[in-house]
Nanobody, 123 residues
Framework: QVQLVESGGGLVQAGGSLRVSCSASGHTFTTYRLGWFRQAPGKEREFVSAISRSGGATYYSDSAKGRFTISRDNAENTVYLQMNSLKPEDTATYYC????????????????WGQGTQVTVSA
């Protein structure tokens, strides 16, 4: 399994932007479909975005579509989530995860997870 570590979270005012990053260890980064999920206290973990192994296909939740952009740099073993027009309801811990299941948005299908990075959006 791949080891993942997120970074780039922080406090931002509503309407602002953040880019969170996820770096992976090992030499098999391109084996995995990468996704971003988020979880607020007391709520279920929810899908945000995902990207295919080559980066040729991207997927977004309805909430993320039009505001967030996922990308990956396989040479640097890193996946990014650029978040624009942030809203207070985006406040959550953001996790990256790796999967071998094509097209999945289910947390159970992602087998490796990072520790998460906190994103807080103030009104």
């Amino acid at each position: 399994q791949v080891q993942l570590v997120e970074s780039g979270g922080g406090l931002v005012q509503a309407g602002g932007s953040l880019r969170v990053s996820c770096s992976a260890s090992g030499h098999t980064f391109t084996t995995y479909r990468l996704g971003w999920f988020r979880q607020a206290p007391g709520k279920e973990r929810e899908f945000v975005s995902a990207i295919s192994r080559s980066g040729g296909a991207t997927y977004y939740s309805d909430s993320a579509k039009g505001r967030f952009t996922i990308s990956r740099d396989n040479a640097e073993n890193t996946v990014y989530l650029q978040m624009n027009s942030l809203k207070p309801e985006d406040t959550a811990t953001y996790y990256c995860a790796a999967s071998t299941v094509n097209g999945s948005t289910r947390p159970a299908d992602f087998h490796s997870w990072g520790q998460g990075t906190q994103v807080t959006v103030s009104a």
